[in-house]
């Protein structure tokens, strides 16, 4: 109840009571996302960088992808992300609070601190990206390998919820 309670008071979740009634005991509130909170996902490719505003409940709200003429560079991508993200801020307005950013990058990355040890296809190595977009956006920035952040999602909100190993 006390953390719920913290959650609840920060805009993280909303309780709801249940619609269920006739059950023995008094019933448990039901506990969602809430609204207002929302993450930055960003996916550098070799030919484009594409920014969503996803929230808590995995609804993507807004998404854009910016085509690029040759591989971007850690320094292009950042620059990229920084411009599409105040686009994407520009149109939701303040309905959203953002609370970090994810990056899902196609090579091996240190989750530890986001750094990029080698994205054969981007052409980047040792690369601090997460240190990188957290200077310039000003939001704690977590960085992936996106294969494992899509099994992930999977898991979360897609075919993998009823399974309890995702391959």
């Known amino acids: 109840a006390d953390l ?3 959650l609840t008071e920060a805009d993280l979740v909303v309780e709801e009571t249940p619609s269920e009634r006739g059950r023995v005991g008094r019933p448990s509130p039901i506990v969602r996302p809430g609204s207002i909170p929302a993450a930055i996902a960003v996916n550098p490719e070799i030919d484009a960088i594409t920014v969503a ?3 808590l409940d995995g609804r993507v ?3 854009e992808r910016r085509g690029v003429h040759s591989i971007p560079t850690p320094a292009a991508a950042v620059e990229i992300t920084t411009h599409l993200v ?3 801020l520009s149109e939701v307005g303040p309905a959203h609070r953002m609370v970090g950013m994810g990056v899902a990058v196609p090579g091996l990355v240190r989750f530890a601190d986001g750094l990029v040890r080698l994205a054969p296809h981007l052409e980047w190595r040792d690369v601090p990206i997460a240190a990188m977009l957290a200077e310039a956006m000003g939001m704690p920035v ?3 390998n996106d294969a494992h952040l899509g099994c ?3 898991s979360a909100f ?3 919820r009823a399974v309890d190993h995702v391959v």
């Open 4 to 6: 719920v309670a913290e």
């Open 53 to 55: 505003i996803v929230g």
């Open 61 to 63: 709200i807004r998404r």
């Open 86 to 88: 105040a686009s994407l």
């Open 142 to 144: 977590v960085a992936a």
């Open 152 to 154: 992930l999602a999977e």
């Open 158 to 160: 897609g075919a993998g």
